[in-house]
């Protein structure tokens, strides 16, 4: 409530806010988290509480009138659909050269990510966070978030004989015959409900087109794991559709934060301002970089460094699609969680980890889809526009060609051998490339460049960042356990030192 005063603060609920508020709540602080978005938990209409990908709705996008798909064209026409506005499920956020889909509710991405949980390679793990000492990290803070984040592993004789994975042992026959090594991928997806989907003996969810926006069953979101043991402390209260606005001492110490309340339309209901002794940072790459670039522009955290802000990148994030000759049909009903990567990280000359990704169409569509993650070396900055208000990404589109250059070492290849081509009608009108969006945003306020070594903004004491703006740009793999894994670590040591 507007007035308040309260030991901690928590801004955002995906991963990094999780972590910290469950184990704050386990040491004995009372925490308060704001969520911009809604809690997903009152089913709408149709009984359901989240829309699929073939029949959108508004639950399905943050306050757009038209949906923004990723694949926004088929046979080369604009796919996208009417929806009601709303503070919909999945945002995406538009920069002068990249799109940026990002989660908005009450668990933040983990509500509309493809849960794939992958645990990077320990020899690259020096690449990812230069700063930080591998040995922990894989002996006891990997674990503990795998542990927390109900992570669990396909059972392979099954994948063998399940329709709705013909797509992904198309993918794998194909990197086999060309040469490439592939793995099979953890997933936070349980496995066991998908077999009971997979025999029509539960409802379908990843099995009924379900994934970026929300997952019905079967999806061990945040919600069900971080987020309900951090509730179940009794500790921790939950306050969503609140968007903070800022941040900055308070008189008489800790600081002033100011957010809005805001109905499902968007609009600000209410504006309050709250005092807490300690603030987290957990707003995800985009939203704490936008907060801190803008505390220090405006003069509110003046002191913040230079450097908040800088070290953005995409993980290297590319799509693109080929078409299978007529023998290797991927099938009509295509299970939402990827479970196999191409792994071609090895190669010196253009690293790529590919994902193989489902296209649920509902229809046979002959088509293999990609979402790679690759070594690409830019990195944007985000800038206050004073003109506007907002703030700017300067990350432009052809700073993706790197990772296209990665990603075809793998799919020419493959395409030579299969005697196949690249689709170019799903992109865009004769566009090969999905190179202009991003998943997997990471950067903005590096480890030990703009915090010190465990996430605290030094200037202001009782300030931390503790989400994926940590990262500086690229994991070599999907993201969020790296993210969870860092926020283990950090919070640790930021309880066991500044918590008395
Ligand atoms: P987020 O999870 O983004 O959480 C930040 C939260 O803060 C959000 O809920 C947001 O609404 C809230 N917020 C933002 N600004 C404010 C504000 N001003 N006030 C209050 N609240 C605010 N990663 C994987 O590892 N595997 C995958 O399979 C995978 N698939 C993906 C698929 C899609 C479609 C997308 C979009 C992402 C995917 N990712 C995947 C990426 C992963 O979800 C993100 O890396 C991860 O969620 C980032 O965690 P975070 O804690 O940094 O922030």
């Known amino acids: 409530n507007d007035g308040d005063t309260m030991p901690v603060l928590v801004i955002g609920t995906g991963y990094g806010g999780a972590v910290a508020a469950l184990r704050l709540a386990q040491a004995g602080q009372n925490v308060i988290m704001v969520e911009k978005g809604m809690s997903w938990t ?3 209409s149709d009984g359901k509480v989240f829309c699929n990908m073939l029949n959108p709705d508004g639950r399905s996008y943050w306050l ?3 949906t923004d798909q990723p694949i926004n064209h088929f046979m080369g026409a604009p796919y996208n659909k009417s929806i009601s506005s709303y503070t919909g499920v999945l945002d995406s956020e538009q920069f002068s050269g990249i799109r940026i889909y990002q989660g908005r509710g009450v668990g933040g991405g983990s509500l509309v990510n493809g849960g794939m949980a992958v645990t990077p390679k320990q020899e690259n793990f020096a690449s990812i966070l230069p700063s930080v000492d591998a040995g922990p990290m894989y002996s006891t803070y990997y674990p503990r978030a795998n542990a927390g984040l109900k992570v669990n592993n396909i059972d392979q004789t099954w994948f063998q004989g399940a329709d709705c994975y013909q797509f992904a042992r198309v993918g794998i026959k194909q990197a086999q015959r060309s040469g490439f090594a592939y793995t099979f ?6 496995f066991n ?3 009971q989907e997979q025999a029509s003996t539960a409802p379908r969810s990843a099995l009924d087109a379900e994934v970026i926006y929300g997952n019905n069953y079967g999806k061990n979101s945040l919600d069900k794991t971080y987020l309900a043991a951090a509730s179940g402390t009794g500790k921790v ?3 969503p559709q609140h968007v903070v606005t800022t941040v900055a001492p308070a008189n008489g110490g800790g600081y002033s934060v100011s957010m809005n309340q805001i109905d499902t339309s968007g609009n600000t209901v ?3 301002t709250v005092t807490a002794q300690k603030v987290f940072f957990a707003a995800g790459s985009v939203g704490t970089s936008k907060l801190l670039v803008t505390q220090k522009a405006t003069g509110k955290l003046p002191n913040l460094p230079d450097s908040v802000g800088t070290g953005w990148g995409n993980n290297g994030n590319v799509m693109v699609a080929r078409q ?3 023998w290797d049909a991927t099938g009509s009903l295509q299970s939402c969680i990827p479970c196999v990567g191409i792994d071609n990280w090895a190669d010196s000359g253009g690293p790529a980890f590919a994902e193989v990704s489902p296209f649920p169409a509902g229809i046979e569509t002959f088509a293999s889809l990609y979402l790679a993650i690759t070594k690409n070396p830019n ?3 985000f800038t206050y526009n004073s003109g506007t208000g907002g703030v700017d990404l300067n990350w432009q589109t052809a700073w993706n060609q790197p990772s296209i250059d990665c990603a075809k070492r793998i799919f020419d290849k493959i395409n030579s051998k299969e005697g196949t081509i690249y689709r170019t009608d799903l992109f865009g009108e004769y566009k090969t490339w999905g190179d202009d969006f991003a998943y997997h945003p990471l950067g903005g306020c590096v480890l030990n460049v703009s915090t010190d070594n465990y996430g605290r903004l030094t200037p202001y004491p009782g300030l931390y960042v503790i989400d994926g703006s940590l990262i500086p740009g690229l994991t070599t793999v999907n993201p969020f356990v790296t993210i969870t894994a860092l926020a283990e670590r950090n919070i640790e040591k930021i309880i066991a030192e500044d918590f008395h």
């Open 237 to 239: 209260t939950i306050v």
């Open 193 to 195: 409900y998908m077999k």
């Open 64 to 66: 757009r009138t038209e």
């Open 379 to 381: 990195r944007g900055t």
């Open 270 to 272: 209410k504006a309050k």
């Open 324 to 326: 299978n000759q007529a």
């Open 185 to 190: 991928v953890p997933n936070v997806y349980d």
């Open 42 to 44: 009152q089913p709408g």
